[in-house]
């Protein structure tokens, strides 16, 4: 039996659903909206300025 469990791409711009493979990609790797053309990008207040990257070092 198969089953097709393929990831979607829901815009939170304009609610259009498309299936991932088909959402193109801006230079970065964010997915762009085929639709609107809204760019998933990072959050900037999710970002941690303080903290920094941890490293093997630390």
């Known amino acids: 039996m198969s089953t097709d469990n ?11 659903s498309a299936p991932s493979t ?7 790797g964010y997915v762009v909206c085929p639709v609107c053309g809204y760019a998933a990008t990072p959050d900037p207040e999710r970002s941690s300025s303080t903290g920094g990257s941890p490293s093997a070092g630390d």
């Open 6 to 16: 393929a990831a979607t791409f829901d815009c939170p711009e304009c609610d259009v």
């Open 22 to 28: 088909s959402v193109p990609y801006d230079s970065l």
